[in-house]
């Protein structure tokens, strides 16, 4: 059978440390009829997930038919017309658009893209010094607003991590995206996920998740959260190793991340792994470059239908995911434009988003779930096992005055839209209060 991300379902995880600190609290006390964790400086998430992303090589162009000698009835695109490369120039005009517009999320750097060389070597086809040039591209225009994950070791066929060379069967046993990582344990899939990440970080690349390829570990998920938590803390020592799996495109579903197998809270080491959820289809270009997309998909002309608007208005992080293929499509950047005006659109409607990459949501997901918070007289008192800047609660009733007991004082804003770290709002019934949160114990003094 031929999986794709879209074909699992939510897994529940059962299991791990049962500290389970609910983003809303509720206490006997007359003071206080509720604190809640709201998203951070009260704004929504966005974020946009980029897979089969690479150094130069189209991964559609080497990996289509790789994957019709598995499934020949399902792959019969003539992949010799799409384009082998995918330039640095467009890498780096994307980039900078990036930057100008603020736009963050996750971009992929396969390893051994589709077998044909390895990034932390040489890739055959193309000079060791025009690798060299786009990983440094990679480094300054890329990773100040994105996340650099592995896909896995080649997002094609199951590599020997013994010998570094590809099995010789080629079946869904034996591809990435199909069979091989479903009955696999925690210490096998962490061990070839660790294969790839030291390949990335021999390449000079820093990195905190991974994505999986197609249905990799869909049938397997706790061990494949487990094998993520060991091989990312292994090989980078990440304090929140993070993943990108599952997407849910249909209305209603919750997309929020999922915190797991949390454990060594009151530790000085703390773990516990995020699984990121996607919340649309590739509705730009596809995995292959071959489908142009339709923006209206996300947000509609006239900004009141589409997925996006739908996970936004939840309040949820809304998070995007694409191909790169299709974002360059060959050349014509239909993706692209799409996605240009997917973010024109969300600016004209919205007023309230604030993007952000995958381990910045991880990080405030983390501490927004696993913070126990307790009210002891007249001050608030979080016990966080992860820092997270911008820390965003809302209390109700109002409070007076408010300060972190390290002196820090928090200054009072008449617009709640200007809410950022070292603030607080005061409405009519709550109180909205914005900071950093520190490893360990903060202590905020209130008045009421």
């Known amino acids: 059978m031929n999986y794709n991300r879209r074909k699992f379902v939510k897994t529940t995880i059962k299991g791990g440390l049962a500290l389970t600190v609910a983003p809303q609290f509720s206490f006997s006390a007359d003071t206080f009829q509720k604190i809640e964790v709201l998203n951070p400086r009260n704004r929504v998430p966005i974020s946009l997930i980029i897979d089969d992303s690479t150094c130069l090589v189209n991964m559609a162009h080497f990996g289509i038919p790789q994957f019709a000698e598995v499934f020949p009835e399902n792959y019969k695109q003539d992949w010799r017309k799409l384009p082998r490369e995918i330039p640095d120039s467009f890498v780096r005009e994307f980039g900078e658009w990036s930057l100008d517009n603020g736009v963050k999320g996750k971009y992929s750097i396969v390893p051994y893209p589709a077998c044909t060389g390895w990034v932390d070597r040489f890739i055959p086809g193309w000079t060791k010094?025009?690798?060299?040039?786009?990983?440094?591209?990679?480094?300054?225009?890329?990773?100040?607003?994105w996340d650099i994950h592995p896909e896995m070791i080649s997002h094609t066929r199951v590599i020997d991590i013994k010998t570094g060379k590809p099995f010789a069967q080629a079946t869904p046993e034996f591809m990435e995206n199909w069979e091989w990582s479903q009955n696999k344990s925690a210490d096998e899939l962490?061990?070839?996920?660790?294969?790839?990440?030291?390949?990335?970080?021999e390449a000079g690349l820093p990195c905190e998740g991974?994505?999986?390829?197609?249905?990799?570990?869909?049938?397997?998920q706790d061990n494949l959260a487990l094998g993520t938590l060991q091989a990312v803390r292994d090989v980078?020592?990440?304090?929140?190793?993070h993943y990108f799996r599952d997407l849910f495109t249909e209305k209603g579903e919750s997309v929020a991340p999922q915190v797991k197998f949390p454990s060594d809270l009151n530790s000085s080491d703390p773990k516990c792994v995020v699984s990121i959820i996607g919340c649309t289809g590739d509705w730009?270009?596809?995995?292959?470059?071959?489908?142009?997309g339709d923006v209206d998909q996300f947000i509609t002309e006239d900004l009141q239908r589409?997925?996006?608007v739908d996970v936004i208005d939840s309040g949820e992080p809304a998070i995007m995911v694409c191909h790169w293929p299709g974002i360059y499509f060959n050349g014509d950047k239909v993706g692209f434009n799409i996605l240009k005006k997917v973010v024109q659109r969300l600016n004209q409607k919205y007023d309230h988003l604030i993007w952000m990459k995958l381990s910045e949501i991880s990080r405030y997901w983390a501490a927004k779930e696993l913070t126990s918070i307790s009210v002891i007289g007249n001050s608030i008192k979080l016990k966080a096992p992860f820092a997270a800047p911008d820390f965003t609660l809302k209390i109700e009733p109002t409070v007076k005055n408010p300060f972190l007991k390290n002196g820090v004082p928090l200054q009072r804003i008449i617009n709640l839209k200007d809410l950022k770290t070292n603030t607080y709002f005061t409405g009519k019934s709550e109180t909205v209060l914005c900071f950093d949160l520190k490893k360990g114990e903060t202590e905020i003094m209130i008045s009421v």
């Open 190 to 201: 962490a061990a070839y996920q660790a294969y790839a990440l030291n390949i990335i970080k």
């Open 284 to 292: 730009f270009g596809g995995w292959d470059g071959l489908v142009p």
């Open 129 to 145: 010094r025009e690798l060299e040039d786009s990983l440094k591209l990679v480094r300054e225009v890329i990773m100040p607003n």
């Open 210 to 220: 991974l994505t999986t390829p197609g249905g990799y570990g869909g049938r397997n």
């Open 236 to 241: 980078y020592g990440a304090e929140i190793p």
């Open 306 to 308: 589409g997925r996006m």
